[in-house]
């Protein structure tokens, strides 16, 4: 009787271990726990970077990148219980400055363009201090790439393309991007869709051709960095760059104080540039499976 008692007691509570494990084991579970874990993280460290001085900053947001990138890893292999190839160290710096490369085109051609349709002309700031500008601009665009791609790309994704498949995924982390920065200065409903499409497809896209969270980051970074740089707001957040901007004309081509995410004109570069990398996506074959 002691045996079957023991052996009953044991069976009980392997089925409360086995439900416990299949609680984490869901997706919405993991994608909230790493989330929160990011967040942390984020919430900790970047008070100490806007206070620090210079290269310390800089040091700081590396750590906090690092700190953020190693949640994410802890959460996907043991709640999620899956490979992480996204963040793959075979490849990752070619990875990081390709992506890098096309962000950098992206914001280039869409500046261009603005300028020469007389939305925003540019004059050297004579007062800027040039390597505490570099340093701003690179720590502020770093920070923001890493923890909000391990979010929306990472987690977010990785969890919808679990449950409903990969379009939903899509449209969902894209809607999302584009509604969380609505508390942003200069805000609208049209610079929430514009930055749907422009930044939730793009970067969605970019991840799905790609199959990898260093390119997205990548183009994430060197977007926000340059922007930075040439003393656009960065979705609605002022920065003193190496230039004044002067704006000029409707905010449909200007972004108005929202910044040069709020134009229609880097809307429709973006869709020339997801659009192909979806097609290379399908036609590759290249889009993740619903892992198990």
Same mark, same amino acid.
């Given at each position: 009787?002691?045996?079957?008692?023991?052996?009953?007691?044991?069976?009980?509570?392997?089925?409360?271990?086995?439900?416990?494990?299949?609680?984490?084991?869901?997706?919405?579970?993991?994608?909230?726990?790493?989330?929160?874990?990011?967040?942390?993280?984020?919430?900790?460290?970047?008070?100490?970077?806007?206070?620090?001085?210079?290269?310390?900053?800089?040091?700081?947001?590396?750590?906090?990148?690092?700190?953020?990138?190693?949640?994410?890893?802890?959460?996907?292999?043991?709640?999620?219980?899956?490979?992480?190839?996204?963040?793959?160290?075979?490849?990752? &710096?070619?990875?990081?400055?390709?992506?890098?490369?096309?962000?950098?085109?992206?914001?280039?051609?869409?500046?261009?363009?603005?300028?020469?349709?007389?939305?925003?002309?540019?004059?050297?700031?004579?007062?800027?201090?040039?390597?505490?500008?570099?340093?701003?601009?690179?720590?502020?665009?770093?920070?923001?790439?890493?923890?909000?791609?391990?979010?929306?790309?990472?987690?977010?994704?990785?969890?919808?393309?679990?449950?409903?498949?990969?379009?939903?995924?899509?449209?969902?982390?894209?809607?999302?991007?584009?509604?969380?920065?609505?508390?942003?200065?200069?805000?609208?409903?049209?610079?929430?869709?514009?930055?749907?499409?422009?930044?939730?497809?793009?970067?969605?896209?970019?991840?799905?051709?790609?199959?990898?969270?260093?390119?997205?980051?990548?183009?994430?970074?060197?977007?926000?960095?340059?922007?930075?740089?040439?003393?656009?707001?960065?979705?609605?957040?002022?920065?003193?760059?190496?230039?004044?901007?002067?704006?000029?004309?409707?905010?449909?081509?200007?972004?108005?104080?929202?910044?040069?995410?709020?134009?229609?004109?880097?809307?429709?570069?973006?869709?020339?540039?997801?659009?192909?990398?979806?097609? &290379?996506?399908?036609?590759?074959?290249?889009?993740?499976?619903?892992?198990?």
């Amino acid at each position: 009787m002691k045996k079957r008692s023991a052996h009953k007691e044991h069976s009980q509570m392997d089925e409360k271990l086995s439900k416990w494990n299949l609680f984490w084991h869901f997706p919405i579970i993991w994608m909230i726990a790493g989330t929160i874990g990011i967040i942390l993280v984020d919430a900790l460290i970047r008070p100490l970077v806007e206070q620090a001085p210079g290269l310390v900053s800089l040091l700081l947001t590396l750590t906090l990148g690092f700190l953020a990138i190693m949640v994410y890893m802890l959460i996907m292999k043991y709640l999620a219980r899956r490979s992480i190839p996204e963040l793959s160290r075979k490849g990752a &710096g070619v990875e990081a400055v390709m992506g890098a490369l096309t962000g950098l085109i992206f914001i280039a051609l869409s500046t261009i363009i603005i300028v020469l349709l007389g939305g925003y002309t540019f004059q050297w700031a004579n007062d800027a201090d040039t390597v505490t500008v570099l340093i701003v601009s690179i720590e502020a665009a770093l920070g923001a790439a890493i923890v909000e791609e391990l979010i929306f790309r990472g987690l977010v994704f990785q969890a919808i393309n679990k449950l409903l498949g990969t379009w939903t995924g899509l449209a969902v982390t894209s809607l999302f991007f584009g509604i969380a920065h609505l508390g942003n200065t200069g805000a609208t409903l049209w610079s929430a869709f514009a930055l749907s499409l422009e930044a939730g497809l793009l970067l969605g896209a970019a991840y799905l051709w790609r199959r990898n969270l260093w390119f997205v980051m990548g183009l994430h970074f060197s977007w926000n960095a340059l922007e930075g740089l040439l003393g656009i707001p960065v979705s609605g957040h002022s920065s003193a760059g190496l230039f004044i901007v002067k704006v000029h004309g409707p905010s449909l081509l200007t972004g108005g104080d929202f910044g040069l995410e709020g134009s229609v004109v880097p809307v429709i570069i973006s869709l020339l540039i997801s659009i192909p990398m979806l097609y &290379g996506a399908i036609r590759n074959r290249n889009l993740p499976p619903n892992f198990t």
